[in-house]
C-alpha cells in the first residue's frame, strides 16, 4: 500500500498527559499537511511542511502542539498537557507539488480522546 | 467570512438514482482550486474529483461529476447512479492560488444516505 498511513488510529490518553502521532506520507510527496477535525465539522488546517521546512502554522496550532518532519519523509505531531478541547481527529495528507491542481491525500486519521 | 458553504447538512437519495450536492465558494482569487471529498464512517478523506478555477468544462470522473458556475461562485456535485456504497460524508474544500494556496479550507460537508 503506497498511501499516507497514520499511527496510532486510536489513542485514549487522560488530560495533561502528551501525546505524539506519526504520519508517512506518499513517498516523493514533498508537502505534507495536517489537520484537524471536530465532530460533525469539515477538516481545519493545521500546519503543513515543504520537504523538513515547516512553512505556516494555522492559529489552531497553540504552544502545546509542535509538529515536526526531521527528515523531510515521515511527520510527527506532538500535544503537550492535553486538555479536553484536544479530541478530535487528526487527519495528515501529502501532496506532491504546490500549484492549485494539486491534490492532496488523506491517511485514515488518528483520533484522540481525552479524558 | 466562511468561504465555502454547503447548505445541505442531510441528503437522502434512492439506489440508482441521481443526487447533486450544493457547494458555493467564496473567493477574490483569480485562480484556485475546488475539491470533493468522501468520508465514510471510517474516517479517511477520499478525493473525489477537481475542477480548476481556469478550466473549460466541468469535470468528470466515472459517475462523479461537478456543475461548475463560476459567475455564482458555485460548484455542485453530481452523483449518477447512487449505490449503497456511496452513502457517507461528502465535504467540498478549495486551495487558492499564490501564496495563500498551502491548505484546503472545507465546508462543514453534507451527509448522504441511499436508501435501497
Known amino acids: 500500500d503506497t498511501g499516507v498511513s497514520q499511527n496510532p488510529r486510536h489513542k485514549i490518553t487522560k488530560r495533561g498527559q502528551n501525546v505524539t502521532f506519526r504520519c508517512d506520507p506518499i513517498?516523493?510527496?514533498?508537502?505534507l499537511y495536517w489537520y484537524r477535525q471536530t465532530l460533525g465539522q469539515g477538516p481545519e488546517f493545521l500546519t503543513y511542511?515543504?520537504?523538513?521546512?515547516?512553512?505556516?502554522k494555522s492559529r489552531l496550532l497553540s504552544d502545546r502542539f509542535s509538529a515536526e518532519r526531521p527528515k523531510g519523509s515521515f511527520s510527527t505531531l506532538e500535544i503537550q498537557r492535553t486538555e479536553q478541547g484536544d479530541s478530535a481527529m487528526y487527519l495528515c495528507?501529502?501532496?506532491?507539488?504546490?500549484?492549485?491542481?494539486?491534490?492532496?491525500?488523506f491517511g485514515p486519521g488518528t483520533r484522540l480522546l481525552v479524558l | 467570512a466562511q468561504k465555502i458553504t454547503q447548505t445541505q447538512p442531510g441528503m437522502f437519495v434512492q439506489e440508482k438514482e441521481a443526487v447533486t450536492l450544493d457547494c458555493t465558494y467564496d473567493?477574490?482569487?483569480?485562480?484556485?482550486?475546488l475539491f470533493w471529498y468522501k468520508q465514510p464512517s471510517s474516517g479517511e478523506m477520499i478525493f473525489l474529483i477537481y475542477?480548476?478555477?481556469?478550466?473549460?468544462q466541468n469535470a468528470t470522473e466515472g459517475r462523479y461529476s461537478l456543475n461548475f458556475q463560476k459567475a455564482r461562485k458555485s460548484a455542485n456535485l453530481v452523483i449518477s447512479a447512487s449505490q449503497l456504497g456511496d452513502s457517507a460524508m461528502y465535504f467540498c474544500?478549495?486551495?487558492?492560488?499564490?501564496?495563500?494556496?498551502?491548505?484546503?479550507?472545507f465546508g462543514a460537508g453534507t451527509i448522504l444516505r441511499v436508501k435501497s
Open positions: 495528507a501529502s501532496s506532491p507539488g504546490t500549484g492549485v491542481q494539486e491534490t492532496q491525500y
Open positions: 513517498s516523493e510527496h514533498n508537502r
Open positions: 511542511f515543504q520537504n523538513e521546512a515547516q512553512l505556516e
Open positions: 473567493t477574490s482569487d483569480p485562480s484556485y482550486g
Open positions: 475542477q480548476g478555477s481556469y478550466d473549460q
Open positions: 474544500a478549495m486551495r487558492e492560488g499564490y501564496p495563500k494556496g498551502n491548505k484546503l479550507v
